[in-house]
């Protein structure tokens, strides 16, 4: 019986661990790219022009999105167990108008 339960301990936690970490980030309305991170990776950086998504996740499976902006060096950040999502609204490239800038990270 203790074999039984350890076997169901271990592979509910390589499960865990073999789940797919993604973030997509969207820019404006019509601006979007996805990127996955490698197997067992804990990081995804997303560079759209002089806009940038991270994603980080960490052992207890807490997953901190953050939404950056290099024109005015704006940035905003959420952690949630799983998956995090972050908006934010910045100046655009020319500064004369506003952008929206979306970034979602999750592990699937």
Known sequence: MK?????????????????TFM?????????TRSAYAEPYGRLINIAMG???CEGTIDND???TTTVASNITGESKSVSRYSSSSVEMMTL?????GQVR????????
């Open 3 to 19: 074999t039984f339960v350890a076997l169901i301990l271990m592979t509910s936690s390589i499960s865990a661990m073999a789940d």
């Open 92 to 96: 655009d490239i020319w500064g004369d």
């Open 61 to 63: 499976i807490i997953v």
């Open 23 to 31: 973030c997509d980030m969207k820019v404006g309305q019509f601006q």
């Open 101 to 108: 800038l979306e970034c979602s990270c999750s592990l699937n």
């Open 50 to 52: 002089e806009y940038s």
